[in-house]
């Protein structure tokens, strides 16, 4: 066996080793071919790059010439970004041109060597030219530089030479030499040259009529103006600024030059690149056919001697592939293909017996004995884990089904106990009958009891058993028992649950209140909502609960305790209900009460007002028809009304702020006067009869009632005196 695997190997590795030697010689010739055309392309676009670079010199000499001549800036500083921009397109075109000429692939092509050297020289011409052209324009100038500044500062000296030559013709005509001369520096053009000589030399003749001493310095002015501007019109010509020759047409022409060198460059390039990729691909060819050629004899053999006899093979695997089991095969070829041929019989008869083996698990058979071919036998050592599986699936499905019942019946109680808890949520006694009575019936258990959290007669908590069920009917047992005393209330204050299947035979004296019975277990649920136990239900049966039973008592237990603090709160609720109606109908009584008080006082206010009304008359006739006047205590006018200013026939502002004693006819050093203010001051009212001083010298003889004036505080403020004028009559009898 280790034999024929080696010969194979051996076979197998000469073959792969002559494709791999095919394929290495194919992809180094691949290779080689690939890269020359990455070269070949970037060398194309290198020859393409060269038209932007003269696009980019025509483009800028275009600006350059347009605007150039009449840019200052240029002429001042010998700068401008055109110049600028110019020279540095055909610096990078001259340094592309010569990239190209140092390509591998060229350096050996005499024509196009040649051609690229031609291009090289016609750049060098054309930076020649534009280095020419900057210097003519240099010397041209603009405005105040070159000769152009010449030009303008000679017409001023000249207008300057003149000015005392009174003539309206020549006025004007260096008016008109002054216009044409701007206009053709601005816009070069023989015709405007033209004029500008014929001015000038009407300008000589009008110069020439004066004497030659007023006209001798303009004469020379005028020839110099002459002079500079046929320089000026030889530069321009000689630039190309007017006419259609000159540097600027040269440089088109070194321009158009360039374009055509560079196409032809292009083609020539163009014609070595189609001629070298025409050779690549016919060597490519040659080598890929003979390659062919290699494969094709090489299948041919592995064709004769494997293809039959695997075909079969083939045909017996797509049989167990569509899940048949062939017969055994029996072939007569190389020694490889028949150990091949021995193991495939092998796996069909062992696939036979695990299928056996796979019908009688199918049959509910897990027992059936069943030895692998081996320990790396997948499917079979799958087949016999299947099996047993099979087996604990069965033992776990039937574990579910009990815990599912368990399941139901735990929902079915919970749905249960809280219906009773939602229809009977108003009487917490009724309640507690219904809940163990239910729960006994449903856990199957013999006895139970309800208690409550309650206040005794001392305001102590105790738990009260408010309901017992004990063989299928209700009994009327009444207990109480006290936080920590027996089992229920140690669970209160524990407030867990307690569960016993070891019961005393003294159990009944510890008191559970569970009758005379002994039972098998005792369980014993706080009733408790968070952390507060509201009550215990202990239940004791003759057989012993199960884990999921207890569960399902702990978790009614918390329902009933959410339930039981719900019916407190409404029985308090009823409770504050009827309190608050009754208050009610004390607050009727006592708003009808109300009512009444509020209609006296509603009938006191009216008469109030009345009296408040007469009192404003009153004090409002006496206001209208007395002398009324405030003191302070030291007997300071603090208020007059209207009445007394009228009798003493002043302002107010005349009165306010003078004391009683400046208008009195008593004499205020007496001790009468002293003990009149002292009275005052005592409380005592005084009546007297007084003569008053008025301002003007006359005398008002007057009866004054003066009245001490009190605060809340029973102190006195001010004093009010009530006057009333008694008439002439009485005066005469005084």
Known sequence: ?????????IKLIAIASFLFLLIFILGIFTYNQIRKMIDFSALTSQTKQLDNYIYNISSTENDFIGSLYKDSSFFKYD??????????????YSQEVKTIKHNYYLTYNININNSL?????????YKSSVQLL????HERGFLKYGLCGQLNSTLYNLNKSVSAIKNNNLDATLKDIYLLKDNYLHEPNPEILTLLVNEIDKARMILLSYNMDQS???LLYLKKVNDLAISITNKDVETGIIGNSGLIEKLNSNIEILKTKNYNLFIQIKKIINTSVFYATVHFLILLFIIICCLIFL??????SLYNPLQKIKLHLIKLDRGELPKPLNLQTSEEIIEVTDHLNEFIKSLKTKVEFAIEIGKGNHHIKYQPVSDDDILGNSLLEMSKSLLRAEIEDQKYKIEEKKRLWENEGIARFAEILRLNNDDLMHLSDLLITNLVKYLNANQGAFFLVKEDERSNLCLEMVSVFAYNRKKFIHKTVAPGEGLVGTCYLEKETIFLTDIPENYITIGSGLGDSKPKCVIIVPLKTEDTVLGIIEIASFTILDPHEINFVEKIAHSIASTIISVRI????TQLLIRSQKQTEEMAIKEEEMQQRMTELHNIQNESALKEAELNNFISSINDHSLIIHYDLRGKISYINHNFLLAFETEKQNLIGRFHKEFTSMDVNSDDYK?????????NNKIMMDKIKILKGKVLLVCQNFIPIFNNDGKITKILSIAFNVNEKNIQDL
């Open 216 to 218: 001798k310095e303009g």
């Open 675 to 683: 003990k009149f203010w002292e009275d005052l001051k005592n409380g």
């Open 570 to 573: 409404n029985e308090q609720t």
């Open 134 to 137: 900057i210097q003519r324009l």
């Open 117 to 125: 050297s031609d291009i090289l020289d016609e750049t060098e011409k």
């Open 79 to 92: 700068k401008n970004y055109c110049i600028t921009n110019l020279l540095q397109f055909v610096n990078d």
């Open 1 to 9: 066996m280790n034999t024929i695997i080696k010969n194979l190997k």
């Open 299 to 304: 299948f041919y053999i592995i064709f004769s």
